[in-house]
């Protein structure tokens, strides 16, 4: 893993080990803001309180009486990529590794919130964590919009077969298929659901993206910006060589998502571009998971050749050659491009 700084544990996956349709637990990128705390697990308790009938506190023997369910999504942060931008942001230096895919088992948001009979008054789902800021800090407190919790969200026990890991959110962490990290509250403790989405720094300040492109380098105004939601589509090359021959062929991988359900297809150019030929994508997918792809290259004359690679989603959402720089350095997408060096 590469550690990005020392302050509570945000690690990213060098980009070269991302070529499992599953990322391995032990592989998966960490993004923490404070300092997570262990949860006795024989107190543990998730609370359901707010715009409900009844608020009811589960513990997980509860949890797992319930219908199980499991998705295979993406998780990517919302800043991955932020190092990428020009000019430079600050905020964690994430390049290409603060992504991944796994198998998220569980109960839904709706089945638990079922049991508490959520009114009509409700929007927004409050999050809370237990993870405990240092002083004069705020908390990482969010909330997401409750039609979208109800819809396909998932509070997940389980990660790749084996019990959630601590540093990904044990005992339980929000799943929200399709959504930026940042609405994948770890160390759930509280569900609320209420009228108005929550206030502070992580709901008003950061996690924001322009409404309309501007100028690199020029900061928007808040009013200027709404929540960053769901992911862009997105692709990225795992696996190319770094020295090829002209004439002969070579396979270049790589993995390819969307905020959109299903990608439709991913093409390498060596050209600038200017001509796109298709990747072949691997068989395995589901709703919000990456998809793998390849593609046989066969370099024509020496010097170094650029290959590109852009994906298109199943709502036909094409990767853009640049993407829009924003002041947070949020869901960075560019094309991304590998020199390779060619001789005859
Ligand atoms: N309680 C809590 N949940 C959290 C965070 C956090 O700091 N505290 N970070 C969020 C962000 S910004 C991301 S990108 C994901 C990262 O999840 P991971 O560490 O399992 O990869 O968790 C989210 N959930
Ligand atoms: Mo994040």
């Known amino acids: 893993m590469l550690q990005m700084n020392g302050y509570a544990v945000n690690a990213e996956t060098p980009l070269e080990l991302l070529t499992d349709y599953l990322t391995p637990n032990e592989l998966f990128f960490v993004r923490s803001h404070w300092i997570p705390r262990t949860p006795n697990l024989s107190r543990w308790r998730l609370t359901v309180d707010g715009e409900v009938k009844t608020p009811v506190s589960l513990s997980l023997a509860d949890l797992r009486k319930l219908p199980v369910t499991e998705v295979t999504c993406v998780l990517q942060c919302a800043g991955n990529g932020r190092a990428l931008y020009t000019p430079v942001l600050p905020g964690v230096q994430w390049r290409y590794g603060a992504v991944g895919n796994a198998r998220w088992r569980g109960v839904r ?3 638990v919130l079922q049991l508490a009979g959520v009114k009509d008054s409700a929007k927004h789902l409050h999050l809370f964590g237990s993870d405990d800021p240092p002083r004069k800090v705020p908390p990482f407190h969010r909330s997401v919009e409750l039609a979208k919790a109800m819809d396909d969200a998932i509070l997940a026990y389980e990660m790749n077969g084996v019990k959630l890991p601590a540093e990904h959110g044990a005992p339980l962490r929000l799943v ?11 160390w759930l403790v509280r569900l609320s659901p209420q009228a108005e989405s929550q206030r502070g720094f992580y709901m008003e300040t950061a996690y924001r993206y322009p409404l309309q492109p501007g100028a690199a380098g020029v900061a928007f105004k808040p009013e200027e910006m709404s929540p960053v939601t769901e992911l862009f589509v997105k692709s990225n090359v795992t696996t190319a060589p770094k020295k090829a021959k002209a004439g002969t062929t070579y396979d ?9 359900p299903d990608i439709a297809k991913v093409e390498v150019s060596d050209d600038d571009g200017a001509t796109w030929n298709e990747a072949q994508l691997d068989a395995r997918h589901s709703p919000y998971a990456w998809r793998l792809w390849s593609y046989r290259w066969t370099p024509r004359a020496a010097g170094t050749a650029r290959v590109m ?19 947070s350095g949020y869901l960075y997408n560019a094309w991304h491009t590998v020199d390779i060096e060619v001789t005859a």
């Open 109 to 111: 948001v709706r089945d």
């Open 176 to 186: 929200v298929p399709g959504w930026a990290g940042d609405h994948w509250m770890k």
């Open 252 to 260: 270049i991988r790589g993995f390819a998502f969307s905020g959109a």
């Open 309 to 327: 690679v852009r994906a298109t989603d199943s709502r036909d959402r094409v990767q853009p050659r640049d993407a829009t720089w924003n002041q």
